[in-house]
Nanobody, 126 residues
Framework: QVQLQESGGESVQAGGSLRLSCVASEYTYNSGCMAWFRQAPGRGREAVGA???????RYADSVKDRFTISKDNAKNTIYLQMTSLKPEDSGMYLC????????????????????WGLGTQVTVSS
């Protein structure tokens, strides 16, 4: 059973916008916080941001004021709205969960998140 499934990635020009979606199984969605990570070729997974069950959000400094995480409880879905995209935003975007609240875990070892989607590819060209 697929627990997390991302979609929405595509190739865009710098300055453009994209909205990514992550659909979760009901059990997974209600398990706690949901986080977005990204991984560029040859690099490790980097936390982008997360949303907790109380709708509080947190973002990496590199995306703050450009990216917004939201959720639709009726659809068990979280979204990552990305604006003013830059080439350095390119990578595989993955959603993950594993904690009741993401808190400090978001900035630690990604391997501590135990449920991951397969990802969706975002390519930003200059």
């Amino acid at each position: 059973q697929v627990q997390l499934q991302e979609s929405g990635g595509e190739s865009v020009q710098a300055g453009g916008s994209l909205r990514l979606s992550c659909v979760a199984s009901e059990y997974t969605y209600n398990s706690g916080c949901m986080a977005w990570f990204r991984q560029a070729p040859g690099r490790g997974r980097e936390a982008v941001g997360a949303i907790d069950p109380d709708d509080s959000t947190r973002y990496a400094d590199s995306v703050k004021d450009r990216f917004t995480i939201s959720k639709d409880n009726a659809k068990n879905t979280i979204y990552l709205q990305m604006t003013s995209l830059k080439p350095e935003d390119s990578g595989m975007y993955l959603c993950a969960t594993g904690f009741s609240t993401c808190g400090v875990y978001l900035w630690g070892n990604p391997d501590e998140f135990d449920v991951w989607g397969l990802g969706t590819q975002v390519t930003v060209s200059s």
